[in-house]
Every structure is written in structure tokens, then in C-alpha cells.
């Protein structure tokens, strides 16, 4: 099917449409969240600032295939889709998080109560499985820094309930260069019990050449009452991704000269990633009197081996291999009590809580070579047991008393980092540091009147190095780099909460100091070694709005504004200066989405999606080619109908239909000059499903 065909089938089925007007619940202008507050309260009653983002628009003309599809809409979020499924997403909060080679740091990702993130601020996006999704909840600025140290921002996946009568049901999806998926699902209650099952099989060949990704999820949710006063819900999932091709960043040359060219190493070392990944949870909550007792509890093992593009020759190479192979058990938990305190005036409840995390890798490096033979397991080069842990206990109190709102907490972080070396040919590189801080957050609102809120908001955060980040000592030392310091972050927020009329609108302006901010040292040989740069400042401005426009229009907007900086000379690499007012890289000074849905039957929605992007620095000297500012829109549409049993669905959607050529995301400092990975042009998907209720 090609473009012309999707839009002709568009057309028809509007032309299909029948007289009824539209019955579909309206808008939500005022979801419920606990991230923050950690118990369910209205956004628009949080001082600070948090979104949720509900069903409906994860999934509505959706692809349910990356986070990015729902976050864009999130002010002071940056997602870039990579078009690479062997790197993740990359993911930043208020620019927490931007100098991501691969994955998501600086950023707590939770998937009901598990951690996404490992103890040392590694997370991957990837695990989210949005087609079991009930609402993703975002929270940003000094709220966050009580989730613990690397929590820049929050983002947390809640899956949907099994409810109602049990059901059944199939979709498949195909689409531009190759995209294929099915999915399967079950869901529903019997007996006192819900569940949903979900099964799913992505496949695509990829926008740039090589690379293909094959993504298999599968998902199990168990909840019940074991009694009147308790809820108990088991939760399964999986990731298993094999043999996904990568196809490395492109040089600015090599971008402009064909968009979707990849690097001559890729090929010759067939760089390439295989992920199994597999996690087991509980989460347990009950009543005792007044108060709430919450459990969770989680184990799970991760398997990678990833073959890089690292020369034959190399240093690197020689020392620490240029296949990365690692098997990693993570388990931990988490407990939470909530007491009202009934004598205190107005409504004043204390949260104590304790969270213990911890993650173990058994990690090899080997040479990508054998001989002659190049893309292959060579030579054992790296053999050591990498431990990261936490335990972080936390007390936070909210307070509601007439027109005010009090939320203020601290909490004790604590990242322990161990290596034991097993591979000492080359020395001994054993050795642990431990990270502790705490750090207090308070949030005061003010109710000026029962549609206008006003608050500040001020916290301490701190982001230790990650495992990755302290893997290399700088030059060419042998060793870990034990000498890295955390980051410690000084975060004020002022924001404006109105509801007027069927519109909401969330405003705040913001600004975070850092002191030690982590930064590349140099990337060379393959091995990207990081310092402490000194001072950071960053300043900005966001504005959320949705709209229930009419009884058919619904219109949403999210603009971000963030002057990101460095405070202070450094040198880089031991010779390169990175002046004062230099621009921290992968962080756009502009970024600005908005959204146009029609619902003009109740069996129909189409929406027309727009968005805009700055230019995007690539390394800290601001010297280099910046990725330049790109617009993007995109259309969708949804079809639903009901006959007895039986519901049925059609998506249908164009993405960049102007058919720009853009630069989507860039790899910030690479050493080769690889900064940039290319957006695909116009594309399109068209699926459709089936479901029995029985």
C-alpha cells in the first residue's frame, strides 16, 4: 500500500460516515497522578509541575511502538527517536539527560513501581510496553529530586487493570521500510481476579541502511483483593531483541550526500546488538486503619552482547575489546506508609518510605576480530563483576490547609559502585566508590482563586556517573576514572496553574545551577572517557495547554523554551578550551508541539500533529556543524465499529508529510565526528484489529 492508497481509504471511510454526533468522553483537563505526591491527587492541585498522559493518547492513531509517540506532547521533555533500536531512545528533562550516547541517563524510569533505571542512572525506554499502557505520568523540576540521586526528571508507566468481561483480540500493522507488527492480547476479569495478556512481534528493515530490528514483547498481569481491605497485583514482561543491526552515527558529509548511508565500519564489523530481558513484579497495598501500607518487590535478568566498530589495531581493542558482552541479575523493592494526621488543621498526610535497588553485571570484553575474520567474538579482553546498589530511605509530608498546599520532603541517597576484576593481564582495575547526598525538596501553592494556582518550588538534587561514564580512565590509563565526582543540582520552579473554561493551562519558569557537571573528556578508539566541567546554568520556560475547543475539537499545545549554558571555563581532552556561555549539546533552545483533533462521529478521530525543533549543538566547544532547526507534521486517523460481540479497528497514519529531510537526533562528542543520525522522510502505516467480548 503506498501513500496515495492510505489516503484514498481515508477518504472513503469518512465518506462512510453516518449522521450521528460525536458521544466520546471529553477531554481530561485534570488527570489524577501520584508521582510527586505519591498518592492520587489532581495535577492541577500538585505544586509543580507534572502531566499525565492518559490511554486515549498513547494509543489513539498511535503505532505503540516508541515512548516518543506520547511524550512529545510533554513540555520540557526532549525525545529523539534514533531510528536505531540497538541505542534506545534519547530522552532529556530541562536537558538532564542530553549527553546520552545511548539509552536514558539522569532520567528515573519507573514501569509499574519497577525501576527502568538501573541503581547508577542507566535506564532503557524500550521496556515501557505501550500496548498494555493505562497512563504515563512526567514529573519535572525540584519535585523529582526526591526519587533519589539521577532523577533529573520522572517517568513512570502504569498498566491497565484487568476489568470488565473478558475479551479477546489481534491487530497488525504495516508501514514504510518494512514495518510489520502483530500483536495479540487477552484481557478482562473472572472470578474476583483481572488480567491482561499481551504478545506483540515488531519487524522493520529500518530508515537507514543496516538497520533491521526484529522486537518481540510479551506482557502478564495478575491483579486481585485477597481481602477487603488489601490489592495485589504479579506482573511479567520481556524484551528480546536479536541481532539488531547498527548503523552507527553519520558525518555531516556523509548525512547531506545520501540521509540514509551508514559508516563503512558498520559493515565491515557488522555492528550490531542482541538484548533478552526479562523482569518479575508485585506490588501489594493495604489498608490499615487510616493509613496505606504499599509493597513492591522485583527480580529480573538483563543479557546483551553488542559488537562494536572498533578498529583491529586499536588500543582499545587490544586492552579492552571492542564486543561488549554483559549478564546482569537486578532485583530490589520498596516499602511506603502513609499516615493522615487527623489532628492537624486542614488535611496533612506523612509518607516514610525505603527503596533498595541493586543491580549485578557479569561483564566481558572481547576483540571484534579473529584473525583475518572481522565481526566476530575474538579474544577474552575484559572479565570483571560490575555491582551497583542502593538504599535510600525518604520522609515527605503534604499538607493542605485552606487555599494553601505544602509538599516538602528529604531524602538520603546512597550509589555504591564495586568492580571486581577478573581479567589482570592488564593490572587490576578492582575498586568501589560510594555516592551519598541528601536532598530536600519544598513546594508551596497558593489557591488565588478555585481556577488560578500559583506556586514555587525548590530543590537539591545530585547525578552520580553511570558504569558506562566510569568505565575509562582519561588517556591511557588502565582503570577506572574512581576520580569522577556526582553532579549536585540547585533547581527553583514558579508556575501558574488556570483552568478557564474548557481549557487548562500550565505555565513555569525555571532555573537549575550545577556544580561538577559531567561531561566528555574525550572519545577516542572507542572509549568515551568523561570529567567534571565546572559550573552549568540553565534557564527556561514552559507552557502546557489543552482545550476542549467544541464538542468535536480538542486542540493541545506544549512549548519549551530552555537557555542551557555552561557557567565556567574548562578544558576538554587536556587541550580543547569550552569557554563560558558555550551551549550544552543535545539540548534545543526551542522546541514547540501542537495538536489539532476532530472527532466528527463518535466512530472516528483524525488530528494533525506539528512539530518544531531548534538547532541542536553536537559537542561542548559549539564548533562543529550544529544539527540544524527542522518543522514536521503528521496526520492520523482512527476508525472504531461495533457490531455485537465484536469491535473492530483501522489506524491509518502519515508521519512528515512535507517530507523534510532532517537530522532527528545527534550523538553528543562523538570521536569520529559521527554526530548525526538522519529522521526518515514521508512515511506511512496503515493497521488494523479485531476484538470479541465475550
Do not use: C
Not at 390 to 397: E, F, G, N, R, T
Not at 553 to 573: C, E, I, K, M, P
Not at 585 to 607: H, I, K, M, Y
Amino acid at each position: 500500500m503506498n501513500t496515495i492508497a492510505s489516503t484514498r481509504l481515508a477518504l472513503l471511510l469518512l465518506g462512510l460516515s453516518t449522521p450521528a454526533l460525536a458521544d466520546d468522553a471529553p477531554l481530561i483537563l485534570d488527570p489524577s497522578v501520584v508521582t510527586g505526591s505519591r498518592s492520587a491527587s489532581p495535577t492541577f492541585d500538585l505544586p509543580y509541575s507534572v502531566d499525565g498522559i492518559s490511554r486515549e493518547q498513547i494509543s489513539d492513531g498511535q503505532l505503540g511502538i516508541n515512548a516518543s509517540e506520547a511524550l512529545a506532547r510533554v513540555p520540557g521533555l526532549v525525545v529523539q527517536n534514533r531510528q536505531n533500536y540497538a541505542q534506545d531512545l534519547q530522552i532529556s528533562s530541562r536537558g538532564f539527560g542530553a549527553r546520552s550516547a545511548f539509552g536514558v541517563r539522569g532520567i528515573k524510569l519507573i514501569a509499574d513501581g519497577i525501576p527502568a533505571s538501573t541503581p547508577d542512572g542507566q535506564g532503557q525506554a524500550a521496556t515501557f510496553n505501550l500496548d498494555t499502557a493505562e497512563r504515563i505520568e512526567v514529573l519535572r523540576g525540584p519535585a523529582a529530586t526526591l526519587y533519589g540521586s539521577n532523577a533529573g526528571g520522572v517517568i513512570q508507566m502504569f498498566s491497565r487493570d484487568g476489568e470488565g468481561p473478558p475479551r479477546i483480540g489481534a491487530e497488525t500493522l504495516v508501514g514504510s521500510d518494512g514495518l510489520n507488527k502483530n500483536h495479540l492480547t487477552a484481557e478482562g476479569a473472572a472470578n474476583g481476579a483481572g488480567f491482561v495478556l499481551d504478545a506483540s512481534r515488531m519487524d522493520t528493515n529500518g530508515y537507514r541502511d543496516h538497520s533491521s530490528a526484529r522486537r518481540d514483547q510479551t506482557f502478564a498481569k495478575l491483579n486481585f483483593q485477597p481481602d477487603d481491605d488489601s490489592k495485589l497485583a504479579l506482573i511479567y514482561s520481556s524484551l528480546e531483541q536479536n541481532g539488531t543491526q547498527d548503523p552507527l552515527g553519520q558525518t555531516w558529509a556523509a548525512y547531506k550526500a545520501d540521509p540514509r548511508s551508514v559508516s563503512a565500519n558498520a559493515l565491515t564489523y557488522n555492528t550490531r546488538k542482541s538484548i533478552d530481558h526479562q523482569q518479575l513484579g508485585m506490588n501489594y497495598e493495604r489498608y490499615i486503619g487510616d493509613a496505606t501500607l504499599q509493597v513492591n518487590a522485583y527480580t529480573g535478568r538483563r543479557s546483551v552482547i553488542q559488537y562494536l566498530s572498533i578498529p583491529k589495531g586499536t588500543p582499545a581493542n587490544e586492552r579492552g575489546g571492542g564486543v561488549v558482552q554483559f549478564d546482569r541479575k537486578f532485583y530490589g523493592g520498596s516499602v511506603r506508609w502513609m499516615q493522615p494526621i487527623e489532628s492537624a488543621p486542614g488535611e496533612l498526610m506523612i509518607i516514610t518510605g525505603l527503596d533498595f535497588d541493586q543491580s549485578e553485571d557479569s561483564r566481558h570484553g572481547y576483540q571484534n576480530y579473529s584473525g583475518n575474520t572481522l565481526g566476530v567474538k575474538g579474544q577474552l579482553r575484559r572479565d570483571e563483576i560490575d555491582t551497583a546498589r542502593s538504599l535510600d530511605p525518604y520522609i515527605q509530608a503534604n499538607w493542605a490547609l485552606d487555599r494553601w498546599t505544602l509538599q516538602a520532603g528529604v531524602r538520603h541517597s546512597t550509589m555504591e559502585l564495586d568492580v571486581d576484576d577478573q581479567f589482570l593481564s592488564n593490572g587490576d582495575s578492582s575498586g568501589n566508590k560510594t555516592y551519598q547526598k541528601n536532598t530536600p525538596s519544598m513546594s508551596v501553592m497558593y489557591a488565588f482563586t478555585p481556577q488560578l494556582h500559583g506556586y514555587v518550588s525548590a530543590g537539591k538534587g545530585f547525578e552520580t556517573p553511570t558504569q558506562a561514564e566510569l568505565a575509562y580512565a582519561p588517556g591511557s590509563i588502565e582503570g577506572f576514572n574512581f576520580g569522577l565526582k556526582p553532579s549536585e543540582s540547585t533547581q527553583y520552579e514558579v508556575g501558574l496553574k488556570a483552568q478557564l473554561n474548557n481549557t487548562r493551562i500550565n505555565a513555569a519558569i525555571f532555573q537549575i545551577t550545577t556544580e561538577d557537571e559531567l561531561v566528555v573528556y574525550q572519545s577516542l578508539g572507542g572509549r568515551t572517557s568523561y570529567q567534571n566541567a565546572g559550573r552549568t546554568l540553565r534557564r527556561g520556560f514552559e507552557l502546557g495547554v489543552e482545550s476542549q475547543l467544541s464538542e468535536q475539537w480538542t486542540a493541545n499545545l506544549a512549548y519549551t523554551r530552555l537557555q542551557a549554558t555552561y557557567d565556567s571555563d574548562f578544558v576538554s581532552g587536556g587541550s580543547t578550551a569550552v569557554d563560558k556561555g558555550n551551549y550544552l549539546p543535545g539540548v534545543p533552545q526551542t522546541t514547540l508541539f501542537a495538536e489539532l483533533n476532530w472527532n466528527p462521529r463518535d466512530w472516528v478521530s483524525t488530528a494533525i500533529e506539528g512539530l518544531y525543533r531548534s538547532k541542536v549543538y553536537v559537542e561542548d566547544t559549539n564548533s562543529q556543524r550544529a544539527a540544524p532547526a527542522y518543522s514536521v507534521f503528521n496526520w492520523r486517523a482512527r476508525f472504531e465499529q461495533k457490531v455485537e460481540h465484536w469491535t473492530f479497528h483501522q489506524t491509518l497514519r502519515l508521519d512528515n508529510l512535507l517530507d523534510r529531510q532532517y537530522v532527528g537526533s545527534v550523538i553528543v562528542g562523538d570521536g569520529n565526528n559521527r554526530y548525526y543520525e538522519a529522521a526518515p522522510g514521508r512515511s506511512w502505516y496503515a493497521g488494523a484489529g479485531a476484538e470479541y467480548q465475550f
